[in-house]
Structure formats: C-alpha cells, structure tokens
C-alpha cells in the first residue's frame, strides 16, 4: 500500500496532528509493508497561483507546461492507495497552504468535469483521513466557533472523487495538557474503528 501524506501544519513533527498521522502511517505500514509520500505544504509552501497559470486553467488550448505543479499534486495523489492529510484549523477553515494545495488538485477537465449536472469528480475514490487539530472546539456538545473547515474539505474532495473522507477531529489542544491527552485518546479510538485499522485482516486495498 503506497501512502501519502500530505501536512498543512507549520508545527511540523511538533503536531500532535502529525504525530498522530505518523501512528496511523506506521500502522498502515506494519500490516501492508506500504510506502509513504510526504508532501508538506508547510515547510516547503507551493508557489502562489500566476496570471499563467489562472488563464490557462480556464483555457480552450492552454499551454501545458503551465499546469506543472498541479501536474505533480494530482499525480502523487493518483498514484497513492490511501491518503492522509493533517491540518489546523486556522480562522475557523483551512489554512492557506492547503487552500493553495486544492487549487492546485481541484482542476476542470482533469480531476473534474462540468456537466449539466454539476461538478463530477474524476478520480478514483480511496480512504482519505483529515485530522483537524484546533485550539478550541467546533464540533459537540463544547462548540462555541463555526466551522468551515470540514464541510469545505469533504465537498471539496469529494468534488474530484474522494468521496470517503473520514475526519479524525483533535479539538481543544489550547486547553492545557489534559485537554490534549483526551483529544488524543477520542482521535485513537475513532481511528482504531475504521475498517482499514480495525485489525490487518480487514485492509483490502
Ligand atoms: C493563524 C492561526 C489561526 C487559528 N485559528 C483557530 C481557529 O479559528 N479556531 C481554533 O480552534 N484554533 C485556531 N488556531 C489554533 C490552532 O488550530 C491550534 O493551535 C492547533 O492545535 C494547531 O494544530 P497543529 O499543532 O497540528 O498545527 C489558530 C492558530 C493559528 C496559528
């Protein structure tokens, strides 16, 4: 099994995103001898979207040699069995590294097709894990902020055809070291009763 692992956050391996990413991958790894792509939008940020890029995107015979980077986005996705992506909510949504990511991956005639019926994807579904790690809550009984970050991320993944996002949620990680312990545990737990972690028997990518 080939994994990518795509990070957003500028915390890096101090992440308790991405340290839990790293559980999962290792996991992942111990049952399916698998590989693992890193992509991290954080310490390596993707260059900002050019005139260039904005017109031949929207082009009937665009040059080619414009969509380069989206070229390598949607590839290492393509070539991947199972995808993991580790983001903060920054102002209640995405930050922008991986904003700047999606428009990149999401592009028409490509990874989407406009159709009378709306937006279809064009790519093959697989398991796709977001963690979201916020400082507060969003999500429960103790949500007291909006949250545009995970309605945002499905409909935008699922726009290209990853259709089985499962969202790993670590909230409350401002809230002192208890507050962290538990999210971690709450995080553990959900993961741990998805199908492709429930034991090694059940990975059938
Ligand atoms: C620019 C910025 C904006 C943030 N906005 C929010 C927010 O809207 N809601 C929230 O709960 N936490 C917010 N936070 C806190 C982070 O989500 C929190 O520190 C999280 O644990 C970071 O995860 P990480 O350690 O995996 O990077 C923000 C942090 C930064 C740096």
Known sequence: MKILFVNASPHGETSHGYGLAIEMIRTLGKSAHGAVVK???ASQ????????YAKAITSRDPDASRFDVSEQLIREIETTDALIINTPMH???????????????????RTFAVTPEGKVG????????????????HSGERAWQGDFLTPY???????????????VLLQGLT????????????????????????SDNAITL
Do not use: C
């Open 91 to 109: 102002n209640f949504t995405v930050p922008a590294a991986l904003k700047l990511w999606i428009d990149y991956v999401l592009r028409v005639h």
């Open 45 to 52: 940020p993707l260059p900002p979207i050019t005139q260039d």
């Open 175 to 198: 809230h002192g070291d208890e507050a962290v312990t538990d999210a971690l545990q709450r995080a553990r737990e959900g993961v741990a009763r998805h199908p492709l972690f429930a």
């Open 122 to 137: 064009l790519m093959r579904d697989r398991p796709t894990f977001v963690i979201v790690a916020s400082g507060g809550f």
């Open 39 to 41: 992509r991290d939008l």
């Open 153 to 167: 991320l499905r409909y935008a993944l699922g726009s290209i055809g990853l259709k089985s996002a499962h969202f």
